[in-house]
């Protein structure tokens, strides 16, 4: 079988693509990072959200922080606490506002696909420069070698989280 696409599961976008730009691959590597991250913790799992910061950052720790390869900077997953309520992701997100220190954002997020059954974890990412990535984890389909990775599969999301990035 070769690479499976996303019309495997009713969808028209390819299943994975690759990074153009070491930027775009750090933002990748940390997206994946925290997909994997979330999907040990297993499903029902609240919004997480967190800033992404260049390099070695007072993140997480090596949990939650991809690990960087020799003369990698990437990027350090910081989860934010105490987040303000909201009712929906898009007023959560709407209140968010980040520093200039915070070189990006991500966001984990689970929802139901309506008419296509089952549900998905979301997990996107933005950096300041303007590179995004999505990673998606199907409930019924759940393994690491099927999510589905690209630059932009969820441009709604994405978009949600390029705005708390604005100056």
Known sequence: MGTPSLTHFHYDV???????????????????????????????????????????????????????????????AIEQTGLPPATSLASLLKQLWWPPTVDGAAVVVEQVLEGRGGDVRLVGGALRTGETWCAVRMRQHDADDLVLSAADLVPDLLGMIQGTLVD
């Open 14 to 76: 390819d299943f994975v693509t690759s990074p153009r730009s070491a930027r775009e691959e750090a933002l990748a590597t940390a997206v994946l990072h925290l997909e994997r991250l979330a999907a040990r913790g297993g499903w029902d799992g609240p919004v997480r959200v967190f800033a992404l910061v260049a390099g070695d950052g007072p993140g997480l720790g090596p949990e939650a922080s991809p690990p960087a390869g020799p003369g990698d900077a990437g990027l350090t």
